[in-house]
C-alpha cells in the first residue's frame, strides 16, 4: 500500500524546513535551478526551439559573465595600451578623453562587482561622528549665513584673481557678480514661501555651477573634454543627414533649409535615445546623475531625475521617467521639474542650433550648468514646505518594454516626427505672427515719430537692464537684449538665427564683442519660452490630470525661472571669461 504523502504545516513551510518526502524543492533540485536545467526543463510542450535556446545562452552567460566581462576589459585595456604607443599621442586634447573613457568603463565594471555601499557608509559615520557632530551644534541660520558670505566670497575672490584677455578689464566681472546678487535678491522678495527656502540646495547650487565653469573655461582638461563631449556629440548627430539624403537628395542637403537640416537630426535623436532606454543605458545613467544631485542639493529623487534628464530628452518627455509620482508630487516638485526643462535644451535640438553657428561647447556647458541653477532658483521662487513621496530615493517609473532594439527605435522615429512637427508647426505661427505685429508697431510709430518700432525693439529696452546686469558689454546690452527678449515672446531657434544674422554666421567676426557673443550663447540656451509654457501643461496634464490646475498656476513662473537660471549661468561664466 503506498504511503501515504507528508505535508508540511504552514510554519515548516515559511521557516523552510523540510521532509524527505516533501514536494518542496530539494537541496539538488536547487543545483539544478542555478546551473538552469529546471529553467530550461518547465517550458512549455508549445515552447519552440528557439525560445529553448534563449534560455539555455541566458543561464550560460549569466553563469560565466565574470569571466566574459574580464575577456572584455582585458581586451579594452590591450587596445587602450596600444593605442596610447603605437599612436604617441602627447597632446592633452588627444589623450585625455581616451583616458577619460577607459577610466569610465573600467569603473563601471569594478563596481559592478565591488559595492560601494561599505565605503560610503563608513565615510559618512565618520562625517557624523566629526565634522557633522560640530556643524549641527551651530543653528542653520547662523551655518546658511556663514556658508553664504564664504561661498560669495570665494567666487569673487577667485573671479578676481583670473587673468583677464587682452583689452578687457575685471570691471565686467563685478558688473557680473552684482547682476548675481541683483536677481537672488528679486527672487527672494518674490518666493512664494520665503521662510522655507532650503538656503542649503541654493548655496551648493550656486557653488557647484560656478565650480563647472571654472573647470571648463578655466583648465585645459577641462576644456579638451567639453570640447571632445561636442564634437562627439556633434559628428553623432551629424549621422542623420546620410538618411536624410536618402529621401531628399544631395541638392536638398546643401539648400540649408531647416526642415530637410533639423528635423531628420530630431528623428534620429529619438530613435537613438529610446533605444538606448530599451538597452538601459539611460537608466543607468540618469539614477547615477540623479543620485549626485538629490545628495548634494538635497532634492527629491523624482526632481533629480527630470532635472538630469532635461539636456538629454527635453522637457516634454523628462516628465514620463516619474509619470507614476505626478500625481503625488509636491507643487514645488512640479515647479521645479518644469523650471528644470525651461533652463535647458534637449539634444535632439543640439545640430540645429550649431548648424546655425552657436558653438557647441558653450551649448554643452551652458545646459549642464543650468541643471544645479535650475533646482537653486526653483527653490527660492517656490520652496518644499511637505514631505516629498520621493526624498531620499532616486526613482524612475517603469516604461512598456518594446519588444526588441528596432520596435525601440520605431517608437523613437515616431516620437521624433511629432516633435519634428510641433517645432514646424511654432517656427510657422510664431515667425509669421512676429512680422505681423512688427509691421504693424511700424505703422504705429510712423505716427509718433519712430521709424523703427518694432517688437524687438521695445523687448530689448524692457530686458536693457537685466541684459547690462549679466556683465554683457555696453556696446552690445541693446543687441543681446533684444535677443533675450525675442526668445522669450517667440523661442530660442528664432533668437538664434537673429544671432547668426549679428555675427554673419562667424563667430566673433560680427557686429557683438566676444564677450557679448558668448553671453547671449549661453543664456539663450533654454526652452523658456511662451509655447513651451503650453506644450509643457499639455505634456503633464495629459500624464496627470488632476495636477493641470496646480501645472497651469505655476507655469509662467517656472518659465521666468527657467529663463533667469539661463542667464544666470551666462553671468557665471561672463565672471570668469
Known amino acids: 500500500m503506498p504511503s501515504a504523502e507528508v505535508q508540511s504545516s504552514p510554519k515548516q513551510r515559511l521557516s523552510g524546513d ?15 535551478i542555478h546551473t538552469g536545467e529546471i529553467a530550461t526543463r518547465n517550458l512549455t510542450p508549445d515552447t519552440s526551439d528557439t525560445e529553448k535556446a534563449k534560455a539555455k545562452l ?101 573671479s578676481l584673481s583670473l587673468p583677464v584677455p587682452e583689452n578687457e578689464s575685471r570691471l565686467p566681472r563685478m558688473q557680473s ?35 563647472l565653469g571654472c573647470i571648463v573655461m578655466k583648465t585645459q582638461w577641462g576644456s579638451d573634454l567639453f570640447t ?43 530613435s537613438f535615445v529610446q533605444m538606448m532606454y530599451y538597452l538601459g543605458g539611460v537608466q543607468w545613467l540618469l539614477k547615477r546623475m ?4 538629490y545628495k548634494v542639493l538635497d532634492t527629491s529623487g523624482a526632481e533629480a531625475i527630470v532635472a538630469s534628464a532635461s539636456p538629454f530628452i527635453g522637457q516634454s518627455e523628462n516628465t514620463l521617467l516619474v509619470k507614476d509620482y505626478l500625481e503625488h508630487m509636491t507643487n514645488s516638485e512640479l515647479h521645479a521639474c518644469m523650471t528644470a526643462g525651461f533652463a535647458t535644451i534637449s539634444g535632439s535640438v543640439f545640430q540645429a542650433y550649431v548648424a546655425l553657428g552657436v558653438d557647441a561647447k558653450n551649448l554643452i556647458t551652458a545646459c549642464i550648468m543650468s541643471i544645479p541653477c535650475s533646482l537653486a532658483l526653483s527653490k527660492i521662487r517656490y520652496p518644499e514646505r511637505e514631505e516629498p513621496l520621493t526624498r531620499g530615493n532616486v526613482v524612475l517609473s517603469k ?94 531657434f528664432v533668437a538664434y538665427s537673429q544671432l547668426k544674422g549679428m555675427t554673419g554666421g562667424s563667430g566673433i567676426q560680427g557686429s557683438l564683442t566676444p564677450r557679448g557673443l558668448m553671453i547671449a550663447e549661453f543664456s539663450l540656451a533654454g526652452f523658456a519660452n511662451t509655447g513651451s509654457v503650453a506644450q509643457v501643461i499639455a505634456a503633464i496634464g495629459s500624464l496627470a490630470p488632476s495636477r493641470k490646475a496646480d501645472v497651469s498656476r505655476m507655469a509662467v513662473s517656472a518659465c521666468l525661472t527657467g529663463a533667469i537660471a539661463t542667464m544666470m549661468t551666462a553671468a557665471i561664466v561672463s565672471m570668469i571669461f
Not at 93 to 104: E, Q, T
Open 228 to 270: 571632445w563631449l561636442a564634437n562627439i556629440a556633434s559628428g553623432f548627430l551629424a549621422f542623420a543627414r546620410f538618411g536624410a539624403g536618402l529621401l531628399f537628395g544631395q541638392a536638398a542637403l546643401d539648400s540649408n533649409a531647416i526642415a530637410i537640416t533639423m528635423f531628420p537630426v530630431i528623428i534620429f535623436f529619438a
Open 399 to 492: 516604461r512598456e518594454k518594446e519588444a526588441n532594439v528596432l520596435h525601440a527605435m520605431g517608437n523613437g522615429a515616431a516620437t521624433g516626427i511629432h516633435l519634428s512637427l510641433l517645432i514646424l508647426a511654432t517656427i510657422i505661427g510664431m515667425v509669421s505672427l512676429i512680422y505681423a505685429i512688427n509691421f504693424f508697431l511700424t505703422w504705429l510709430g510712423q505716427f509718433i515719430g519712430i521709424a523703427d518700432l518694432t517688437l524687438e525693439l521695445i523687448l530689448g529696452y524692457i530686458f536693457y537692464p537685466l541684459t547690462w546686469l549679466l556683465g554683457v558689454p555696453g556696446s552690445d546690452v541693446l543687441s543681446v537684449s533684444k535677443l533675450l527678449g525675442l526668445k522669450l515672446v517667440s523661442n530660442e
Open 290 to 293: 540623479g543620485w549626485f544631485f
Open 58 to 158: 541566458k543561464v550560460l552567460l549569466a553563469k560565466y559573465k565574470p569571466w566574459w566581462v574580464a575577456v572584455i576589459w582585458a581586451l579594452l585595456t590591450a587596445f587602450f595600451i596600444a593605442g596610447l604607443v603605437l599612436k604617441k599621442k602627447t597632446q592633452t586634447s588627444d589623450v585625455l578623453p581616451f583616458i577619460f573613457l577607459y577610466v569610465f568603463v573600467s569603473g563601471r565594471i569594478t563596481f559592478y562587482y565591488i559595492p560601494t555601499e561599505p565605503l560610503t557608509n563608513r565615510i559618512e559615520r565618520v562625517w557624523n561622528a566629526t565634522s557633522g557632530a560640530i556643524v549641527s551644534r551651530v543653528s542653520k541660520r547662523i551655518r546658511y549665513l556663514a556658508s553664504g558670505a564664504a561661498v560669495l566670497a570665494l567666487v569673487l575672490s577667485v
Open 18 to 32: 523540510r521532509t524527505p518526502t516533501s514536494s518542496s524543492t530539494s537541496d539538488a533540485d536547487e543545483k539544478k
Open 177 to 211: 557678480f552684482l547682476g548675481i546678487v541683483v536677481i537672488t535678491g528679486l527672487l527672494v522678495a518674490t518666493s512664494r514661501h520665503r521662510q522655507h527656502i532650503n538656503w542649503r540646495t541654493v548655496i551648493v547650487g550656486y557653488l557647484l555651477q560656478f565650480c
